[in-house]
């Protein structure tokens, strides 16, 4: 009974012993996988992550920016011509008026009474005139039939002609008294009160501001790139997300002492959202086909010199170029590289030659 309980014992130990060494085994393995995987993905991670893009010929956009500022087609400082008391205004600073509209008056007492009595003159006068052509024996119903140097000193006789000069500068003056918006536009700048004196200073301005120009300079050397009824891009300093489209109208044929050269573009002013005098940016674009154009992030120095990274079979491969124009975000590029390669745009700040990346 001892000698059977003995052998169990040693079976048992040996199956406990047998087992343990697989399990270990087992893990090891396990491990040795997982570290494995664990070196070849922290290799992966190594690498600088890249993106990429295929170099193609493509149109090139050259951008000139300038500065300007707007000038409407039309504007006018409105004032009375005759010296009264300003009696009533009709508008205030922002109004829109049509063309005729009276914006103010002035007190016309005097200048009525003295057009009634110019029509009152005149009328006379017509009578008078009738009576020293009936006298000479005309009928006055067709003065057509009546000779002229006949009429013409029986007007001289009858005060006829004195009074239709007084009437015409009496209904001159007194229609003075009305100012009226010579076209459409807004109202600005207007400063006097009523009962006042306005003087000689202007009542407001008046501003068409459906159209501005936009007047700005360019360089000298730029004069090749600019031509009539070309299109600009008008950005306002006070809203550069509401671009205007303008066309240039007028270059100006003098280079300044600064080697500048003035130029102005129509601009019509959709959604009323410029202003007479207002700052503005002026992007002109023109399109040159046939170039090799990368993103400017593309570019990177290396000892002073320009270069561009391509993509090949996970290795980045080093190109020096030359950028030969520019605009806001891209790069003519010319040298060592050809269209279809595919160019590194992003994470090459810090690559070297056959450096090992991934692409994003």
């Known amino acids: 009974m001892y000698f059977k309980s ?21 893990c090891k393995n396990g491990n040795t996988s997982k570290n494995k995987t664990k070196e070849s993905e922290q290799k992966a991670v190594d690498k600088p992550q890249v993106e990429i893009m295929d170099l ?57 009474n003295s057009l009634n009595r110019s029509k009152t003159s005149f009328e006379k006068a017509k009578v008078d005139l009738q009576d020293v052509l009936i006298g000479q024996g005309y009928n006055t119903d067709d003065l057509t039939k009546v000779p002229v140097t006949v009429l013409k000193m029986s007007k001289i006789k009858s005060g006829y002609d004195n009074a239709l000069y007084d009437l015409e500068s009496a ?22 009160k009523e009962k006042n004196l306005p003087g000689n200073e202007p009542i407001c301005i008046l501003v068409d501001n459906s159209c501005f120009n936009a007047e700005f300079s ?52 959709a959604g009323n959202i410029l202003y007479e005098g207002m700052n503005v940016r002026v992007l002109i674009n023109k399109a040159y086909p046939n170039c090799l154009v990368v993103p400017k992030q593309a570019i990177v120095l290396r000892s002073g010199k320009e270069v561009l990274f391509t993509y090949n079979n996970g290795l980045a491969k ?41 692409v994003k």
């Open 6 to 26: 003995t052998h169990l014992l040693k079976v048992l130990g040996l199956s406990l012993i047998s087992l343990f060494l697989i399990l270990f085994t087992c």
């Open 56 to 112: 193609k010929n493509g149109t090139f956009n050259r951008e000139i920016l300038s500065n300007g500022k707007l000038y409407a087609l039309r504007k006018a400082e409105l004032r009375f011509q005759i010296s009264e008391v300003l009696e009533k205004i009709y508008v205030k600073n922002g109004n829109r008026v049509q063309c005729g509209a009276t914006l103010a008056i002035l007190d016309n007492f005097t200048y009525k």
């Open 171 to 192: 209904e001159h003056n007194y229609q003075s008294t009305f100012l009226k918006a010579p076209f459409s536009g807004i109202i600005c700048s207007l400063k006097v």
């Open 218 to 269: 360019v360089l000298e050397s730029e004069l090749g790139n600019i031509e009539k009824g070309q299109k600009v891009e008008v950005i306002p300093f006070a809203n550069a997300l509401a671009p205007q489209v303008g066309v240039i109208t007028e270059v100006n044929p003098l280079v300044d002492e600064n080697g500048l050269v003035t130029v102005k573009a129509k601009v019509n002013n």
């Open 318 to 358: 080093w190109h020096y170029v030359k950028t030969t124009d520019e605009n806001s975000t891209s790069y003519v590029v010319t040298g060592d590289i050809e269209a279809g390669e595919k160019v590194i745009i992003s994470g090459n700040l810090n690559l070297g030659s056959d450096a090992e990346v991934l």
